[in-house]
């Protein structure tokens, strides 16, 4: 079973930026779908970006579109979220996740399988 580890979450004002990490405790390889959700209290869980590495697609949902970005460091096997111009509705925590079966990707969350424990994001006014 993989085992993602997610940080880089903060307490930051609106309109600043975090970079979001995960690391992985084994090489995932390019046909498997990763991504990110969150979760705020209360809220049903959403996936907020995906990256089918095999070919480079991207997939965000509307509420992040121009403020996230989702990327991968194939050579450290880093997945990242940079997330820009933070709103308060962004808090959440937010996992790191990885799909159930290669060659599936996109924004439905039943498409991940495994995700990590992780990392809370909460934004000010």
């Known amino acids: 079973q993989v085992q993602l580890v997610e940080s880089g979450g903060d307490s930051v004002q609106a309109g600043g930026s975090l970079r979001l990490s995960c690391t992985t405790s084994?090489?995932?390889?390019?046909?498997?779908?990763m991504g990110w959700f969150r979760q705020g209290d209360g809220k049903e869980r959403e996936v907020v970006a995906s990256?089918?590495?095999?070919?480079?697609?991207?997939y965000y949902a509307d509420s992040v579109k121009g403020r996230f970005t989702i990327s991968r460091d194939n050579a450290k096997n880093i997945l990242y979220l940079q997330i820009n111009n933070l709103k308060p509705e962004d808090t959440a925590m937010y996992y790191c996740?990885?799909?159930?079966?290669?060659?599936?990707?996109?924004?439905?969350?039943?498409?991940?399988?495994?995700w990590g424990q992780g990392t809370h994001v909460i934004v000010s006014s």
């Open positions: 990256l089918y590495p095999y070919n480079g697609d991207t």
């Open positions: 996740a990885r799909g159930r079966k290669p060659g599936h990707c996109g924004l439905p969350i039943h498409i991940f399988g495994s």
């Open positions: 084994e090489y995932i390889a390019d046909t498997y779908c």
